[in-house]
């Protein structure tokens, strides 16, 4: 039996080819329709409805209190397929929203409480929309750190920041790359100071509101309100949060795991690296297992394990080549992982 780490990913990981996901891979039905009872007592649309749409729609299916519970359902579906005879999880983390999955993923909160703090935090994040988001790159090409350059792009944030009506600051420390939480005018000063590359960045994240910053103030308050009763427990499987803190089973207090949860985690700065850094170095995995949607967030992975020094990997060709030997990484996202992982 393989140790691995369960990673799952946030916003903006059900798009096009993730359409029908639900209905391909999602293992229990009776489930799926508890959280499509709460969508219809709150006058949403159902899960099965949107996955099972003709066509994706970005104002549809990518809106948050539409994405939010989407990408829950896939993510928390994704856990219970894993093949637990073969994979021993140890740990638990997420990027951003994911944090909401893994805490039922964890065991903190049951499938539905988490479905409801998933489900809740997107719509109200949906219905106030304050501010967005844009993604930078800091690495090179073969993913090798450059930090020099992070420095400054930082300075730069910083500097935007101390303007007049500009509000900027770092949302996710997210590997190699920066994503950033502003308002219009932050965002872009910030794109219009920094060089284009790759012919993508820097990158406005459509339908993302100004995710872990001071921004979402009002969105965390109006959530401690609307989730005053939410029952976090104690956890059957650590947890790594935003901070890269731990949550151990039989050790947490559940009281201020909520407050993290309604509180730091909301408007605070989420460092996905250092949560990937703390699960590698304290759990020792075999190998790291991202659950679906989408296959986009193992750059990520892979980048915050390159700046870990994780097993001696220094770049994205050395990676290639022991994942082609030896994987590190498995996304279930991919049908050919996915087929390793179920």
Not at 32 to 45: I, P
Not at 134 to 149: G, S, T
Request: charge should be negative.
């Amino acid at each position: 039996m393989k140790r691995a780490v369960l990673i799952c990913p946030g916003r903006g990981t059900y798009n096009k080819a993730e359409l029908g996901y639900l209905g391909r891979y999602f293992p229990d039905q009776g489930l799926l329709a508890t959280f499509d009872a709460q969508r219809a007592d709150a006058g949403q649309d159902s899960l099965i409805a949107l996955d099972g749409a003709g066509r994706f729609s970005l104002s549809r299916h990518g809106r948050g209190d539409n994405a939010a519970g989407l990408i829950y359902a896939a993510g928390y579906g994704d856990f219970l397929s894993v093949d637990r005879g073969a994979y021993d999880i140890v740990a638990v983390t997420g990027n951003s929203m994911g944090w909401y999955t893994a805490l039922a993923c964890g065991g903190a909160l049951s499938a539905p409480q988490g479905f409801r703090l998933a489900n809740t935090m997107g719509t109200l994040m949906q219905r106030a929309m304050i501010g967005g988001q844009v993604i930078y790159p800091w690495v090179d090409d073969d993913w090798v750190p450059k930090f020099a350059r992070r420095e400054a792009l930082l300075s730069i944030v910083e500097h935007i920041n101390t303007l007049a009506d500009h509000v900027l600051s770092l949302s996710i420390d997210l590997g190699g790359m920066l994503v950033l939480a502003g308002n219009e005018a932050g965002l872009t000063a910030f794109e219009k100071q920094v060089d284009p590359v790759q012919g993508r960045f820097p990158m406005r994240l459509g339908n993302h509101a100004a995710f872990h910053s001071p921004l979402q103030a009002p969105v965390a308050q109006e959530g401690r309100v609307a989730l005053a009763d939410l029952a976090m427990r104690q956890p059957d499987l650590p947890l790594v949060d935003g901070r890269g803190a731990i949550w151990w089973p039989h050790g947490t207090d559940t009281g201020a795991l909520w407050d993290y949860t309604l509180g730091h985690q909301v408007t605070e700065p989420y460092d996905f690296t250092r949560a990937i850094t703390v699960a590698a170095r304290e759990f020792a995995p075999d190998l790291f297992i991202i659950a679906g949607p989408g296959a986009t967030l193992g750059g990520a992975v892979v980048q915050s394990l390159i700046r870990a020094q994780w097993r001696g990997l220094c770049d994205k060709s050395q990676f290639k080549q022991q994942q082609a030997t030896r994987p590190l990484l498995l996304s279930m996202g991919m049908d050919d992982q996915r087929a390793q992982v179920t």
